[in-house]
């Protein structure tokens, strides 16, 4: 069988759109994901993102499965690819146009805004340890700077969910962390009973974040747009940043404003169309 695919990235992470809006259930199973987002047998990704047909009140829905064939409630540079795919797949280029997707983590809107950008109303985030999840705290309490232990050193971590889990902690330069080697331990450790993406901060100013990020089910990428909300969500419960920051990953940079009177984050960044293609199914165990 023969799989038509579009590619996107955003701020160079990766992901496969698939058209799925003519049935509510994905067209590819996560196994057949982990072929796809292969970067040497397959296409090359660190996801795969369905657009499938909507529930109540919204235009559309998402699912995305991980490189490693889990499913996240959420991606934030995912949903401006898809925002991005929509519009190319029904040929509109209107700016100011919004989309209202259903997603494991709620109603959340994209909307065009020119030159490539896509402003993403992200929603609230969810601030307290059962929320994330995580036994960090009390399940009704926040999780802001708490020891945890990891690879022999003690890191004050901040938990944050955008519908996803988050473990933020600020360090003084973020080209110093071995990622490979402490992603991991953070992402499966047990006080993360759904693993967590990790990111690390480095706080250039109060409005400029230096960002990387170990995601969970994915390893390194060189964005993560959710990552990057909670990253600024963290820094003003920490009182090391502003509600309206820049944030620098290095696949590029990330305009995010953490919204004062209803507690939205909105995130505002670009995404690129790159190729179009067929994939082969079971084009791994044919080579
Ligand atoms: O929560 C998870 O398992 C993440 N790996 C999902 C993907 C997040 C993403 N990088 C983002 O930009 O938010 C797509």
Not at 77 to 92: K, S
Not at 150 to 174: E, K, L, R, Y
Request: proline letters at 6%; hydrophobic letters at 40%; a negative charge.
């Amino acid at each position: 069988m023969v799989i038509e695919f579009t590619k996107y990235h955003g701020l160079g992470n990766d992901f496969i759109l698939i058209d799925n809006r003519h049935s509510p259930v994905p067209i590819l199973t996560p196994a057949a994901a982990i072929e796809m987002c292969d970067r040497h047998f397959g296409i090359g990704a660190d996801g795969v993102i369905f657009a499938l047909p909507p529930e109540a009140d919204a235009d559309y829905t998402m699912r995305i499965f991980n490189s490693d064939g889990s499913e996240p409630e959420m991606c934030g540079n995912g949903i401006r690819c898809l925002a991005q795919f929509i519009a190319d797949l029904e040929g509109i280029e209107a700016d100011g146009q919004s989309f209202k997707i259903n997603t494991l983590a709620g109603l959340i809107v994209p909307k065009l805004a020119g030159h490539n950008q896509i402003t993403v109303d992200m929603g609230q985030p969810q601030l307290l340890a059962a929320q994330i999840p995580t036994t960090l705290s009390q399940e009704a309490e926040q999780v802001v700077n708490k020891p945890l232990e990891v690879a022999g050193q003690t890191w004050g971590v901040t938990g944050v969910s955008m519908g996803n889990p988050h473990c933020i902690t600020f360090v003084d330069a973020v080209k110093d962390i071995p990622l490979e080697v402490i992603g991991p331990q953070f992402e499966h450790h047990p006080v993360f009973p759904q693993r967590t993406n990790t990111e690390f901060i480095e706080v250039v100013q109060r409005d400029y974040l230096k960002m990387r990020v170990w995601e969970r089910g994915a390893g390194i990428t060189l964005a993560c747009g959710t990552g990057a909300c909670a990253a600024v969500v963290a820094g003003v419960l920490n009182d090391a940043c502003d509600r309206c920051c820049t944030v620098e990953l290095p696949g590029g940079c990330l305009q995010i404003e953490w919204e004062a009177n209803q507690g939205h984050l909105y995130m505002t960044g670009p995404a690129q169309k790159v190729f179009t293609g067929q994939y082969v199914e079971a084009a791994r165990s044919l080579s």
